[in-house]
């Protein structure tokens, strides 16, 4: 089973450092971490800036989980292309793979300007140690779980 977890921080440099206290665990501590990625929203900006974070297999333009969940949740112009071709304007794909309106909702209404957001594809069964740093100085924690179903299904439309 998968977790999908967005930690909303008061900032808009709070998802920088989240990804920063990441990448000082080793590798062998992050594992069942599949995929980060980082949003951040200054208080007078018109839209969010979409930031990837990690090695090459984690690349927010080459990975097409990201880019539509992101592009979907801010319309950002830049993701539209992968947005178009993987979903059709519409968020029906993500809700087969464990993604629902709702959730998508909650992450709209809680990452506006002035704030940031990390979010993280993660294993639910691999531990996780990192994850305590984050949540000590995060306002808010938003979780979706995905079925071993719903992962098959997402491997299926971002992977193939």
């Known amino acids: 089973?998968?977790?999908?977890?967005?930690?909303?921080?008061d900032s808009p440099e709070g998802a920088g450092r989240a990804a920063q206290v990441l990448a000082g665990f080793g590798p062998q501590l992050r594992d069942g971490l599949l995929g980060t990625a980082v949003v951040s929203w200054g208080?007078?900006?018109g839209r969010p800036r979409v930031l990837a974070y990690g090695d090459a297999r984690d690349d927010l333009l080459e990975r097409p989980f990201w880019a539509v969940a992101l592009g979907l949740l801010f319309s950002v112009p830049l993701l539209g292309a992968a947005l178009a071709h993987a979903a059709s304007g519409s968020t029906a794909p993500l809700a087969e793979v464990g993604v629902s309106e709702t959730f998508m909702n909650r992450i709209r209404d809680e990452l506006v300007p002035g704030t940031s957001g990390?979010?993280?594809?993660?294993r639910a069964e691999a531990p996780q140690p990192w994850q305590a740093n984050v949540r000590e100085w995060c306002s808010h924690e938003l979780t979706t779980e995905v079925s071993g179903v719903q992962e098959t299904a997402l491997q299926e439309l971002f992977c193939s």
């Open 43 to 45: 208080p007078h900006d």
């Open 1 to 9: 089973m998968l977790v999908i977890t967005v930690w909303i921080f």
């Open 118 to 122: 990390f979010f993280a594809l993660l």
